[in-house]
Every structure is written in structure tokens, then in C-alpha cells.
């Protein structure tokens, strides 16, 4: 089932989400969800918090669902080994309409658990090391805006709050 995804302001986008403590069939449903909600809209990654729930868990899927061996399923993460550093464009389906150039590491090494809850560890590089980065931003309680100079997401927020008082955000 899609789910709404929330924007930027709520409250559970803000908190560091909690662990997966362990696979129910509710948290494999969640799963599900979160891919066709990921794809659906579409997007390259989305975390629990963006769905409102509050747990270390992500989706990414560069294919955005052409290829099944490009999903990714991790609950739990936490790097490896970050290097190097890339500055793209970059925005968020919890931001929509506003995009940034985001500085990240150019190369990434992350754990996490799969939907069996098996350990599993890959490497991401540019685009990849990108997604991966910014999902787990997302489950720290930060979005893309957090890693921009002061006044450009001083120049966002302003705009998103003039957005949220027209009651179009
Ligand atoms: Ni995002």
C-alpha cells in the first residue's frame, strides 16, 4: 500500500529514529509499502520517518524498480569506511520542489540488516555513496537543507514557510 509521505516540519522527520528490534510480518508489510511508496513517487530511496515511523530503516532502488538487484533493504545501518567527497544536486521527497548542491563522501562502506534479517554490506559510490548518506541523514532526524550554508537554507525555510501559511505544504 502507498502511504503519504510526509514533508519537512513534522515532527517525527526532526527526532532520530529508533532500532528495528525485529522482522514481524507488520515491519515486513512496512517494507513493502515503503518500496512501492519509493517508487511510486518516484524516488530513489526513502526512509521510515518519511512515512511516519519512526525507525532506523531505509529503502534505495537507483533503478527506481527496473531492476530488482538494485533494491536495497537495510535496517540498523551504520558506515563502515566514508571517503572522499562529491558535490551534486541533490533533493528530497520530503522537500519537494527545492533542490541544493549537497556536499557528501564520494564513496561509502555501510552494515545494515536486510528483510531477512540477515547482515549485509555494500559499497556505494557516487550517486549510491549519495543515497545512502541522505537516508541515513533521515534517520538521524536531518534532511538535505541541514547540510547547506546557513543562508541557503535560511532562503528554503523561508519560502517553505510561506508555502506552509498559503496551506501548500
Ligand atoms: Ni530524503
Not at 522482522?23 to 517508487?39: A, F, K, N, Y
Not at 511516519?52 to 527496473?66: A, E, H, I
Not at 556505494?124 to 543562508?151: I, N, S, T, Y
Request: one cysteine or more.
Amino acid at each position: 500500500m502507498r502511504r503519504p509521505i510526509l514533508r519537512y516540519g513534522e515532527a517525527v522527520l526532526r527526532d532520530p529514529a529508533g532500532p528495528v528490534t525485529g522482522w514481524t510480518p507488520e515491519l515486513q508489510q512496512l517494507v513493502d509499502d515503503m518500496i512501492e511508496t519509493m517508487h511510486a513517487a518516484p524516488g530513489i530511496g526513502l526512509a521510515a520517518p518519511q512515512i511516519g515511523v519512526g525507525l532506523r530503516l531505509f529503502v534505495v532502488d537507483l533503478s527506481v524498480g527496473r531492476d530488482p538487484s538494485a533494491l536495497k533493504v537495510l535496517a540498523n545501518p551504520e558506515f563502515v569506511e566514508r571517503h572522499g567527497l562529491q558535490c551534486e544536486e541533490e533533493g528530497c521527497l520530503s522537500v519537494p520542489g527545492f533542490n541544493a548542491t549537497v556536499p557528501r563522501p564520494q564513496r561509502v562502506v555501510i552494515r545494515g540488516e536486510d528483510r531477512d534479517g540477515r547482515i549485509q554490506t555494500y559499497e556505494g559510490v557516487g550517486l549510491l555513496a549519495r543515497a545512502f548518506q541522505h537516508e541515513m541523514d533521515h534517520l538521524d532526524g536531518r534532511v538535505f537543507l541541514h547540510r547547506l550554508k546557513p543562508l541557503r537554507r535560511m532562503l528554503i525555510e523561508r519560502r517553505i514557510t510561506r508555502l506552509r501559511r498559503r496551506g501548500r505544504w
